[in-house]
């Protein structure tokens, strides 16, 4: 059974880009341009990551990030967050 990732983003172009290349990748994919319609969605269909913009103009932020229901990592990253990859070289 393939993994469900849940792509959360309000530019459609962006968001359809990410969904071709994770469905070409075997994944099942749900996808919204709402921040509260992905909170919706992700308590409905418990996907297995979430891949969320930070940037939703309807819901701010992390605020609007869904919990992960099976005690999964909940990380992000957006323009303003600190390096998510600490330990690489710095060039």
Known sequence: MAATVLVVEDE??????????????????????????AITMAAEAAPDLVVLDLGLPDVPGRDGRPRAPRGGYQGGH??????????????
């Open 12 to 37: 459609r172009k962006l968001r359809d880009f990410i969904r071709s290349y994770l469905e070409r990748a075997g994944f099942t994919v749900l996808s919204t341009g709402s921040g509260a319609e």
């Open 78 to 91: 957006g323009s303003g967050d600190a390096d998510p990859l600490p330990h690489r070289e710095k060039r």
